[in-house]
């Protein structure tokens, strides 16, 4: 027994960086941690080993508390089928919800976005998450983000939540270059298809994002959001 587990402590695969900072002398599967911690995002070396010593510690139920967390979120979250924020069924809990003004579609890059413009309690419409941004230079096109099918809700009212026609289209994308040029796009696609569009008021700061907005900026930006007409308004810094 004992030998079997020195065994696989040696012959286990060491990952370059982990290895490189003299790690080899963790069991296997602490290094196979300490690497699953350090590929997440905003989380280095000494903030992997942490983590991995904090699960070492904690007891059993609570450690695997944790696994069946990461296992469940990523067998039951999907995106809703209309507007591609994240649901546990075929729609997330804003499309399905019968209160809200299905004819009123705040477009914004990300989910958490969302999350951030839902918290401000000030939007009664719906959404519609582009999953991403035109970004030409590193070959994000339309086909690259949700954009056709924010085009056939408006063209199909049976494609928005509840049938009911799409009668204005919010922009709230970041303001920045590639998030004024997404609105720039869409606005002229969205008007097109005979919907208004109107943007959200700067009271965001230019280069800023949403998700780190606080909540009163957010929700004055969404009560005086602007009409798009033929063009984009040049930012006022
Ligand atoms: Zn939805």
Do not use: W
């Not at 963790?26 to 942490?50: C, D, H, K, Q, T």
């Not at 008007?191 to 994002?209: D, E, I, K, N």
């Amino acid at each position: 027994m004992a030998s079997r587990t020195r065994d696989s402590v040696r012959s286990a695969p060491a990952s370059g960086s982990i290895e490189s900072e003299g790690s080899s002398a963790y069991p296997a599967s602490v290094n196979r941690l300490i690497a699953e911690f350090a590929r997440l995002p905003g989380i280095g070396r000494r903030s992997a080993e942490r983590l991995a010593f904090h699960i070492l510690k904690s007891d059993a139920p609570d450690a695997l508390r944790l696994a069946e967390a990461v296992q469940d979120v990523k067998r039951s979250v999907r995106h809703c089928s209309i507007c591609f924020n994240f649901a546990e069924s075929d729609l997330c809990s804003i499309c399905a919800d019968p209160r809200r003004d299905r004819s009123l579609v705040l477009v914004v890059e990300q989910p958490r976005d969302l999350i951030a413009l839902e918290q401000t309690g000030m939007y009664r419409g719906v959404y519609h998450v582009l999953l991403g941004r035109l970004n030409p230079l590193e070959g994000i096109t339309p086909a690259e983000i949700t954009a056709a099918d924010l085009f056939r809700r408006i063209e199909q009212p049976a494609r928005n939540c509840g049938g009911e026609p799409v009668r204005e289209v919010i922009l709230g994308l970041n303001p920045n270059l590639e998030g004024d040029g997404t609105a720039l796009y869409l606005s002229g696609e969205v008007r097109r298809r005979g919907a208004a569009v109107s943007r959200l008021a700067r009271g965001l700061p230019a280069g800023s994002q949403l998700e780190f907005a606080s909540k009163a900026v957010l929700a004055d930006a969404i009560e005086g959001r602007q009409p798009v007409t033929d063009r984009i308004p040049p930012r006022v810094t």
